[in-house]
């Protein structure tokens, strides 16, 4: 949890980096959409070079981006793991007493762990390439429309750059519960499982009460600083179209017709 970078910004200066917020919010709806839909090799080739460009023009370190994924690679294994038992077909690989893997299965548990391990990657590079006011902004500019509709845009987008933000700070905080533990003698690395998840309790408990303490800080906070909302806010920073963002959109637009395309002729 300690090495888990997802959230955060990583501060360099790339062409992805320049790019106007809306534009990368776009690509990674579009590309975890395109995801659900590629299924053959010949989509999740196209999908990786895509990442393998985007990651390329960002700078952001490749060993950087992995260190991040590698506390969710239980969870994706998982995944893979139910549908490689639970996917049926007609030509079964091998079989014992209730356990049956089919070739379906073994399909479905590839493509399944892949289309989770690009998407969150490719969503997580948003945020890698992106600051948090950034994407509020653009968010907030993007669902302006929804504002006709009485739907509070701008609180919404505040939220998701609040939670966005706590990221790091939490996994700072569990790293100190973990090591005050540690210091009175629990061992998380000894016993099953279920004993591993019971010496979870004393970490979590003190963990959501730090959150909760924090989060009401943040609270008073802004209200001290006569923070009501978004009404008459004025932007030090306005979004603006750049020559690069309507490249990036063409660029998108051919990734879209090249996956539509792809789908058809498969």
Avoid at 39 to 56: D, E, H, R, S, T
Avoid at 133 to 150: I, P, R, S
């Amino acid at each position: 949890m300690r090495d888990m970078t997802i959230g955060q910004f990583y501060n360099v200066d790339s062409v992805i980096h320049r790019l106007d917020p809306r534009v990368k919010i776009i690509f990674a709806l579009v590309y975890v959409t395109a995801l659900f839909l590629d299924k053959n090799p010949v989509l999740f080739g196209v999908a990786l070079a895509v990442l393998a460009l985007y990651i390329k023009l960002s700078e952001v370190p490749v060993k950087f981006i992995f260190r991040g994924v590698r506390a969710l690679y239980i969870f994706i294994l998982l995944t893979g793991l139910m549908n490689l038992l639970t996917v049926k077909g007609a030509n079964t690989i091998f079989e014992w007493q209730f356990i049956r893997i089919t070739e379906a299965g073994v399909s479905a548990a590839i493509y399944t762990s892949l289309r989770l391990f690009f998407m969150i990657i490719g969503s997580s590079m948003m945020t890698y390439t992106t600051t948090p006011n950034a994407l509020t902004d653009g968010l907030e500019k993007m669902l302006g429309w929804m504002k006709k509709c009485k739907v509070p845009v701008h609180e919404f987008a505040m939220i998701m750059s609040i939670a966005l933000r706590f990221v790091p700070v939490l996994v700072e905080e569990l790293d100190k519960i973990m090591k005050a533990q540690m210091a009175r003698g629990i061992d998380f690395k000894e016993g099953n499982l279920f004993v591993r998840m019971r010496k979870l309790v004393p970490i979590l408990i003190p963990l959501f009460v730090s959150a909760t303490k924090r989060s009401n800080e943040l609270a008073l906070a802004m209200d001290a600083r006569c923070y009501h909302g978004g009404e008459g806010r004025t932007k030090m920073k306005p979004l603006c179209y750049q020559r690069r963002d309507y490249i990036a959109y063409g660029l998108i637009f051919l990734y879209i017709i090249a996956v539509i395309v792809l789908t058809i002729l498969f």
